[in-house]
Nanobody, 125 residues
Framework: QLQASGGGLVQAGGSLRLSCAASGFVFDDYAIAWFRQAPGKEREGVSYINSKYGITYYRSSVKSRFTISSDNAQNSVYLQMSDLKPEDTAVYYC????????????????????WGQGTLVTVSS
């Protein structure tokens, strides 16, 4: 299972750090992604990290503002979010997919086996 945490209310320009703790599966064999879903919108991929193959991805709108990292010893992934904008407001979910699936791309929610419960990020203007 995955446990996401770290969301909250922040002013535009502020920062938050999301955490995703994994258990119940072999962490090293999985890639972890962060998705988000705003009210009335589809779930979208935010960032992805695949430690087994040394790959990270970001959606273009968060590149240079967000940083994804992994601590395999702690079975955890983090998303450091800086210079937050009101359009970043959403429920953020972490999800795990088999590491070898990277060849398929990373943004299809159907490729992910495990999902966290979501953590709400609200950015006020």
């Amino acid at each position: 299972q995955l446990q996401a945490s770290g969301g909250g209310l922040v002013q535009a320009g502020g920062s938050l750090r999301l955490s995703c703790a994994a258990s119940g599966f072999v962490f090293d064999d999985y890639a972890i992604a962060w998705f988000r879903q705003a009210p009335g919108k589809e779930r979208e991929g935010v960032s992805y990290i695949n430690s087994k193959y040394g790959i990270t991805y970001y959606r273009s709108s968060v590149k240079s503002r967000f940083t994804i990292s992994s601590d395999n010893a702690q079975n955890s992934v983090y998303l450091q979010m800086s210079d937050l904008k009101p359009e970043d407001t959403a429920v953020y979910y972490c999800a795990a997919a088999p590491a070898q699936y990277y060849r398929r791309g990373w943004v299809r929610p159907s490729d992910y086996d495990y999902w966290g419960q979501g953590t709400l990020v609200t950015v006020s203007s």
